[in-house]
């Protein structure tokens, strides 16, 4: 597959070069130099002046900035940069985006502040007076009161309108950071660096913000599309093995959904994968990003073809639920899902066997489970009775026809949920 070359973007699409950078080359070496020490301490120098500035609210610019070994992804008022050497970029493409702001915020986790300090140096170099808010990590932390306590620091930070809030870290930062931003002020601009796999290929690609309350997840939030979104797959190294592999579920989920090529690559290249490769991991996230972007620019309020993106989802959310969220990530449950869904699409005749099979291979050799142990029948019932995506009541599945293909909106029969169920949940049939 190809690579890419864009100096000062446009509104066109990715481009695509044919030369791809070998592993041991100066950029590869770059990528993994910028791991162990934060940042290269000199800001890299890129080619060619800005065009006629483009202005959007609030008096930003969208045209940006990044090196030549990096993807554009364009993506409605937004654009995905994907490339091992984006997280480089990230102090010159905010600056060129916003080129009047005086100071900027960048927002992490007590475990990406590496990163997110290595960002603040970059937005230093570009004469930015910026300020770094470290959280504790969890999916705890993304609530109204800790937006509350952002909104207070923003604020003793004379933080204006203009002053961008770049969100470092997985998909809590990004949602909890994308809804201040969105927030705040009215709104101020959000730039993403997503860290994890989910947050490159899922959270921090679409528009959607939140926080969590006591009576469920995401049920305050905003759509509101990011000035930009960085997508470093050179980050992925320091991830923690559990949640590389749960990231992997939503990847195999793209290629059941819309890549069958994604879905042979994987299968393919699945030792690379394991070792984290940093090239095939960059073809990943760039292919999975796409197809995000594409299926959520076409239906950016989820009232149609967005709903494939639920693939798996529809019982994984409610395996999660029943599990209170601690056992089983979510990546994790949509493999369950996908698992359930697909021998529901088969029960169907919607899909042979064989659709099944494959995607149960290729889930075990990422090393994600597809079973899962003794979980309350009730609390199942009710979480997925529950579901956000319901209408009148009943969920509505998202079933595969073939690898890459699926269909969504559909109804199925309770009995046969309950069958479904029945072959991923082990132990007792309470
Ligand atoms: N907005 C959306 O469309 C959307 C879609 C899917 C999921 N989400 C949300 O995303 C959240 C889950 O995101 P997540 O799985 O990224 O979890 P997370 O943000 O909690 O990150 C997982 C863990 O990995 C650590 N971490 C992150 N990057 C790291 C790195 N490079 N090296 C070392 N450690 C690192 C974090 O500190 C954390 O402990 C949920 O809140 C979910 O609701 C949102
Ligand atoms: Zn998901």
Not at 42 to 50: D, E, I, K, L, N
Not at 117 to 144: F, I, N, W
């Amino acid at each position: 597959m190809n690579v890419v070359r864009t100096a000062w973007a446009t509104s066109a699409p990715y481009f695509d070069i044919s030369a791809r950078q070998p592993s041991g080359s100066p950029a590869m070496q770059r990528s993994t130099s910028a791991i162990s020490s934060g940042f290269p301490a000199t800001p890299r120098v890129y080619p060619s002046a800005p065009p006629a500035a483009e202005f959007g609210p609030g008096g930003i610019r969208r045209s940006l900035c990044y090196p030549a070994t990096v993807r554009e992804i364009p993506l409605l008022s937004s654009r995905l940069l994907v490339g091992r050497d984006v997280l480089h970029a990230v102090g010159s493409a905010v600056r060129a985006a916003a080129p009047k702001a005086v100071r900027a915020v960048v927002l992490t986790d007590e475990n990406c502040l590496r990163y997110a300090r290595g960002v603040a140096r970059g937005l230093r170099a570009e004469g930015l007076a910026t300020v770094v808010e470290s959280l504790p990590p969890g999916e705890s932390r993304k609530t109204l009161a800790t937006a509350a306590k952002l909104y207070d620091r923003l604020a003793r930070a004379r933080t204006d309108r203009l002053t961008p809030l770049v969100c470092v870290g997985g998909g809590v930062i990004t949602d909890l950071g994308g809804f201040v931003a969105a927030t705040f002020m009215r709104g101020i601009p959000a730039f993403l660096v997503p860290t994890t796999l989910l947050g490159q290929v899922d959270a921090a690609i679409g528009g959607k913000t939140g926080v969590n309350l006591v009576h469920g997840k995401n049920l305050v939030g905003t759509f509101t599309q990011p000035g930009a979104v960085f997508i470093d797959p050179a980050v992925l190294r320091t991830l923690p093995a559990r949640e590389y592999v749960a990231g992997l579920g939503e990847v195999v989920k793209y290629g059941m959904i819309r890549d069958a090529e994604l879905f042979g690559f994987l299968e393919t290249e699945i030792d690379a994968i394991r070792r984290r490769d940093p090239e095939v991991l960059e073809e990943i996230v760039f292919r999975c990003a796409k197809i995000k972007a594409q299926v959520v620019g076409a239906d950016e309020r989820e009232s149609g073809e967005r709903a494939i993106l639920n693939y798996g989802h529809t019982i994984g959310h409610a395996l999660e639920a029943a599990g209170q969220y601690r056992k089983l990530h979510h990546g994790e449950a949509v493999s369950v899902g996908m698992e359930a869904e697909a021998f529901i699409g088969m029960e169907m005749g919607l899909a042979p066997i064989e659709v099944l099979a494959a995607q149960n291979r290729l889930l075990r050799l990422c090393g994600l489970p597809t079973r899962v142990g003794r979980l309350p029948r009730a609390r199942i019932a009710a979480a997925l009775k529950l579901d956000k995506k319901n209408e009148s009541g009943r969920p509505r599945f998202v079933l595969p026809e073939a690898v890459g293909k699926v269909r969504y909106g559909v109804e199925v029969s309770d009995d046969l949920v309950a069958a479904a169920l029945r072959t991923v949940i082990l132990g007792p049939k309470s």
